[in-house]
């Protein structure tokens, strides 16, 4: 699947082994550690959840003829905080897991890749082309930066809104994506503006763009390329300039490796924005509940990683070459 990547996948296995070796009884540790406050330590919020079930209504009569229902919905409190501690404590133990792995098992990679929070400047999204609103954070989790290949790239999982203020005062949220975003700098720069979408039931073509078709079926089923009208460069030309059989296979590959339905993409300049719409974690080590050296997790995490560098060689081939 990724030939470029060979090469690297022997030595990333060697090297979640070697570090598994040496820190798995302290993250057994944490681990454990976490389920203990979900057994013990909480037990007094479970309690509080399941009794706020009980809590009288404002307009209730008949208490006591309604304590049937009461029970039923302190039973569903208690289960839906119980969930709720589950997932807090499985994030403070995947980040303290994380933490100390994901920077050790990139260097199997390049000495240049870090995990790290360095955000997507908000800058890029909103001169990409596709979102209508002004974007702002809404909520951030994995941070990946750095060069492979001589191209700068940040990658973050995270969460987009925008938010408007209304005149009484109040303020409007609006979601906007949820995901992992891939932001990469080519090393050549083009002067039409693209943007490509996932096909959907919907297909319009956006204000002052027009469609391009590729000499490539595969492509051209699952996705809608767009050009920016320019009267000074021919989008179209440098649209199928750029999207040679090597660039889409691999971005194809993106979607295919990251299980995503939905995904988009800006590349304007020497900018390529990339969004993976899913509501799933991603780069997630196995859950508290989990064994902490499942091999499983390794295959995966390796998969997500190479679809990653491998569109990046892409770009650094595409860069040396011309294409």
Same mark, same amino acid.
């Given at each position: =699947?990724?030939?470029? =990547?060979?090469?690297?996948?022997?030595d990333?296995?060697?090297?979640?082994?070697?570090?598994?070796?040496?820190?798995?009884?302290?993250? $057994?540790?944490?681990?454990?550690? $976490?389920?203990r *406050?979900?057994?013990? /330590?909480?037990?007094?919020?479970?309690?509080?959840? #399941?009794?706020?079930?009980?809590?009288?209504?404002?307009?209730?009569?008949?208490?006591?003829?309604?304590l049937?229902?009461?029970?039923w919905?302190? *039973?569903?409190?208690?289960?839906?905080?119980?969930?709720i501690?589950?997932?807090?404590?499985?994030? +403070?133990?995947?980040?303290?897991?994380?933490?100390?792995?994901?920077?050790?098992?990139?260097?199997?990679f390049s000495?240049?890749?870090r995990?790290?929070?360095?955000?997507?400047?908000?800058?890029?999204?909103? =001169?990409?082309?596709?979102?209508s609103?002004?974007?702002?954070?809404?909520?951030?989790?994995?941070f990946?930066n750095?060069e492979?290949n !001589? *191209?700068?790239?940040?990658?973050?999982e995270?969460?987009?809104?925008h938010?408007?203020?209304?005149?009484?005062?109040k303020?409007?949220?609006?979601?906007?994506?949820?995901?992992?975003? =891939?932001?990469?700098?080519?090393?050549?720069?083009?002067?039409?503006?693209?943007?490509?979408? /996932?096909?959907?039931l919907? !297909?319009?073509?956006?204000k002052g763009? $027009?469609k *391009?078709?590729? $000499?490539?079926e595969? #492509?051209?089923?699952k996705?809608?390329?767009y050009?920016? %009208?320019?009267?000074? +460069?021919?989008?179209?030309?440098?649209?199928?300039?750029l999207?040679?059989?090597?660039f889409?296979?691999?971005?194809?590959q993106?979607?295919?490796?990251?299980?995503?339905?939905k995904? /988009?993409?800006?590349? +304007?300049?020497?900018?390529?924005?990339?969004?993976?719409?899913?509501n799933?974690?991603?780069?997630?080590?196995?859950?508290?509940?989990? %064994?902490?050296?499942?091999?499983?997790?390794y295959?995966?995490?390796?998969?997500?990683?190479?679809?990653v560098? +491998?569109?990046?060689?892409?770009?650094?081939?595409? /860069?040396?070459?011309?294409?």
């Amino acid at each position: =699947m990724y030939t470029c =990547m060979d090469k690297y996948k022997n030595d990333f296995a060697i090297k979640f082994a070697q570090i598994m070796e040496k820190e798995l009884s302290h993250w $057994e540790n944490i681990q454990h550690s $976490e389920r203990r *406050v979900l057994y013990t /330590s909480n037990l007094k919020e479970y309690l509080i959840a #399941f009794l706020l079930g009980f809590t009288p209504g404002k307009r209730e009569r008949n208490y006591i003829d309604n304590l049937e229902i009461h029970f039923w919905f302190g *039973v569903f409190l208690l289960i839906a905080y119980i969930f709720i501690a589950i997932n807090i404590a499985n994030k +403070s133990y995947q980040r303290s897991v994380k933490r100390t792995l994901f920077p050790k098992l990139l260097k199997v990679f390049s000495e240049n890749i870090r995990y790290r929070k360095i955000k997507i400047p908000l800058t890029v999204y909103n =001169m990409s082309g596709l979102f209508s609103d002004n974007v702002t954070y809404s909520q951030t989790d994995d941070f990946f930066n750095g060069e492979y290949n !001589n *191209v700068e790239f940040k990658i973050d999982e995270t969460e987009l809104e925008h938010t408007i203020k209304r005149e009484n005062g109040k303020l409007e949220t609006t979601d906007l994506f949820k995901g992992v975003a =891939m932001h990469f700098k080519m090393q050549k720069k083009i002067n039409a503006k693209v943007l490509i979408y /996932s096909k959907s039931l919907i !297909n319009k073509i956006p204000k002052g763009y $027009e469609k *391009v078709v590729l $000499e490539y079926e595969n #492509f051209n089923k699952k996705y809608n390329l767009y050009v920016q %009208k320019n009267p000074n +460069s021919d989008g179209q030309v440098e649209a199928r300039y750029l999207f040679n059989t090597a660039f889409l296979n691999r971005f194809m590959q993106l979607q295919t490796s990251f299980n995503v339905r939905k995904m /988009s993409c800006s590349i +304007s300049e020497n900018n390529i924005l990339i969004l993976l719409n899913t509501n799933k974690d991603l780069f997630e080590m196995n859950h508290l509940f989990g %064994k902490v050296d499942d091999i499983t997790q390794y295959r995966r995490l390796f998969d997500e990683f190479a679809s990653v560098l +491998s569109f990046i060689d892409v770009l650094n081939l595409a /860069s040396r070459t011309g294409l």
